[in-house]
């Protein structure tokens, strides 16, 4: 197979064969590359920038909250893991672990971190001994392993992903509360949005749906063009749980001690995969300037008799472009058509496209890869149109974003009408008893869909009843079939 | 132990035992937590800021040399890592397995990675087809788990350690030797001496101490004021001994396939344990000013009356210090005296005082971290003042760690001194027959002096001799007892 096999465009459609669509495209956009051990992928440097991208936003943002970055190790021991009786519940099925090193049995097994807060917290311990410590707020971007054995997904569910994980701790529960929600909407919900041009529901995870170890979890559920939910990112109270289990605790200013208040919250590379199934297309990717490796691509159009006047036009293009990352691909292997394709394919948001002709009419052609539209662009006013278009593509996909995600709601509050929606792939939101023997009949019935969230603000339901057990409804709940 | 305790000063000196100062400063600082298991440590927010710092340089540089990042696996299966022979002999013994997911034995047991040419080369052959594919330059960066079993020393030698890891792929030999060495010199030399202010030794290792795989290694050699040398990092020619046991080939431009070059280098966490040896002293951390995660701390001088004035007069100092990382200590609760021990403990490089005296002359005083020094700074002076002072203490450390490098090199061509020297805690530089088994002999007779390496500028040897085994020398070579 050689490169340029490699390179061409996408065969399968969208509409048609979605899961073939995605695959092609991950590969193809040269985002993913897959090993022997099923579930452990490469993020190829494609997307390994994007995911740079995402940790510089969300790094700026969380130094503004006072949160510092540190590394905590990767290898925890089993007598730590199960010192939270619901948390090791919750994660001890799917741990990797390491009981050997070289060719000696380890005395203790350790475990390849599943999420972190047991070897986090016995240094918290330490760290933690008046209110004047508290908040201590610490976060880490590593690596995770989960061994689970339901079918891997790039980016959406693979065992080794990467992430931030932020493990905060307060004085006090509303503290706690108020940073927790904090997460989600100030740093999480602005990610998805700012930068990835991603809508998502924002709410509370039902009890059985909660992280393991936490009073109550809050996340954002995302829509999958494959037509399935998915769970973006969570933010959890972990009440005083761990603090208990591990001993955290500070004398406070009456010099009374007291177990400390705290969080655990996390957003991993899972996101990549929701924007390339949130906005591409047919043609291969579509990223969002704001998180595009590249901004622009500037093409050429090579003729023998003027090549060298318009490479000098491209680089002179390229410098007023400042600010942005731009690609001249001055390939001399490939035609312009061919070019276009491939970095249709790559995503890059915006092509600006140089010939001869253009040069005498001192005019370049600007194409949106969102939208396909292309424009004569003055050459005086190339900076200031490709300043306006691409915070216009940025909106637009938002935009496109929100309309697929409300297109894929169904509100109901009739029994066969929830199924009717599951069947077809949507995201059904409907009055809900909140009893988990219920939740697990709505799983049951429907071939799969779970409780998502359920949003923060409830209006009072009246005379409302739960479509599957005709109790009195206590909440407005999304269900759907999720990853 | 409350906060107060442990922020004291350090109790040992430098000079008479440097082991307990060491492990001292690494805590009292808040650099390290030590945790349950052995040789896994945290690193706390303070030594991953410096990291960061070194990340972010270190990118830069990478990023002009048109390197790229990715990430690829932890786990790497039995049976790629043993594909290289050299290689597999070299880490096996040390590697942490992977063996059951839960309650279940996996079917081929899992590495955690203790270097990735394994996991990456599986990926390179796949990618590399034709010339016009080459050079491939990927770096990533990620945690790297080793279980040695020598005593481990914080940041220097520790069972996971967190560096970069770079691996380049070329179609020719000369290509693949000057990237080698261009890394060693344009980014790792630049990395030590201009962020780090750490001067090494630059050269080749010996055939026994080179990487396991390679055909050769280079390395800078730092020295450890413990008296220990200590290898610094490294750049690995590796040949076609990777890519003929991974398939990695290239079509040439004459349609003839051929085997790839490749070379592998790697800086890690350890480097911060050799700075934090290098510069700090018996007041506790030294840290070089571009490094160092904050460079100028204010203390007012606080006294009831003139309190409001005297903050308002630190906040109007730290306006007129943008550019740098700067902390306002208004702590109530402890004295002048108490803060400037605390911020000398910590290593920050600069430290103005203000108190209502200073404001009524309108001056300040300066504080150089690194010679105690104390300036008058008028007002008006400061930003071009802090300015000056940074740059020197940045100089200075570098010459003072040269001088301390310089002093601790014996050069010798007689066996008696030789000893002596390495006795005396000294590198020794001396000419060298460069026989493995002379190399193992003087090993042996040394209580465990190791080659470092052999400058690359050699000057022809007259009559030289090897001070060990008397033969002709062939070369000039640094030897130390090393970590």
Redesign the interface.
């Given at each position: 197979?050689?490169?340029k096999e490699l390179t061409q465009g996408i065969t399968a459609k969208k509409s048609d064969d979605f899961s073939e669509w995605y695959t092609q495209i991950i590969q193809k956009a040269e985002l993913i590359?897959y090993?022997?051990?099923s579930g452990?992928?490469?993020?190829?440097?494609y997307s390994?920038?994007i995911?740079?991208k995402i940790q510089e936003f969300m790094n700026t943002i969380m130094k503004g909250m006072g949160v510092?970055?540190?590394?905590?190790?990767?290898?925890i021991?089993e007598?730590?893991l199960i010192k939270e009786a619901d948390h090791v519940e919750g994660f001890?099925?799917?741990?990797?672990?390491?009981?050997?090193?070289?060719?000696t049995e380890l005395k203790e097994?350790?475990a390849?971190r599943p999420t972190s807060e047991t070897?986090m917290y016995?240094?918290y311990k330490?760290?933690i001994?008046?209110h004047?410590?508290l908040p201590l707020l610490?976060n880490q971007w590593?690596?995770i392993?989960r061994?689970e054995f339901k079918n891997p997904v790039p980016f959406l569910r693979t065992r080794?992903f990467?992430w931030q994980e932020g493990h905060n701790v307060f004085a006090t529960k509303s503290e706690m509360d108020t940073n927790t929600r904090l997460i989600l909407e100030s740093l999480y919900e602005k990610t998805q949005r700012e930068l990835l041009a991603i809508p998502g529901l924002l709410g509370i995870k039902s009890e059985k749906e909660k992280f393991a170890g936490a009073d109550y979890s809050i996340s954002i559920e995302n829509y999958f063009p494959s037509g399935r939910a998915i769970q973006g990112c969570t933010s959890h109270g972990l009440g005083q749980n761990f603090s208990k289990a591990f001993d955290i605790t500070y004398i406070d200013e009456n010099e009374k001690k007291q177990f400390a208040w705290q969080n655990s919250w996390g957003f991993s590379t899972r996101t990549i995969g929701i924007m390339i199934g949130v906005h591409s297309d047919d043609k291969g990717l579509v990223l969002p300037p704001n998180v595009a490796p590249t901004q622009i691509v500037i093409v050429p159009i090579l003729f023998e008799k003027t090549k060298s006047e318009t490479l000098k036009k491209c680089d002179e293009i390229k410098k007023m472009l400042k600010g942005y990352d731009v690609i001249i691909d001055d390939r001399d292997?490939y035609k312009p058509g061919y070019k276009f394709n491939d970095w249709e394919l790559k995503g890059v948001p915006l092509r600006i496209e140089v010939g001869p002709k253009d040069i005498e009419k001192k005019q370049v052609v600007m194409s949106k890869r969102n939208t396909g539209e292309k424009v004569f662009v003055k050459e005086k006013d190339i900076k200031k149109t490709a300043d306006k278009l691409l915070v216009d593509i940025q909106k637009e996909l938002l935009v496109a974003a929100e309309k697929q995600l409300k297109n894929a709601i169904v509100k109901t509050e009739s029994w066969s009408d929830f199924k009717k929606a599951i069947k077809n792939k949507k995201i059904v939101f409907s009055p809900w008893c909140e009893d988990s023997e219920c939740e697990e009949l709505i799983k049951h019935e429907t071939g799969g869909a779970k409780t998502l969230n359920m949003p923060f603000d409830q209006k009072t339901l009246k005379n409302k009843k739960c479509p599957k057990c005709s109790k009195e409804a206590k909440v407005m709940c999304y269900f759907g079939k999720s990853y």
């Open positions: 197979m050689s490169k590359e090993t022997d051990v452990c992928l490469v993020f190829r440097p390994y920038q995911w740079e510092r970055n540190a590394y905590f190790p990767l290898l021991p007598k730590l001890t099925p799917e741990v990797a672990w390491v009981t050997h090193s070289g060719d097994k350790l390849v070897i016995e240094s330490k760290w001994r008046s004047r410590d610490i590593c690596n392993v061994w080794e990467l292997e």
